[in-house]
């Protein structure tokens, strides 16, 4: 379900106004959860409205995701 994003696309994301301490999601055509961008710090409790989009996609836990960072 999740996907690891290479270098190149980092750059794209630091380029498109991304920081360090961002949250990003990506989902495909299809609206299924591709990827999930967390920052390196992100404190144990994510903000209100990051929890309800993981809850969304069935993520209780972000410590469930095997490789949820994507830098």
């Not at 994510?46 to 989009?53: A, F, L, R, T």
């Amino acid at each position: 379900m999740i996907d690891r994003i290479d270098e190149e696309l980092e750059d794209d994301l630091e380029e498109a106004g991304m920081a360090p301490d961002d949250y990003g999601f990506i989902i495909d055509h299809e609206g299924n959860l591709k990827a999930v961008y967390l920052p390196d710090d992100a404190p144990a409790k994510h903000p209100k409205n990051v929890q309800k989009i993981l809850k969304m996609f069935g993520v209780q836990d972000v410590g469930q995701i095997d490789d949820p960072t994507i830098h």
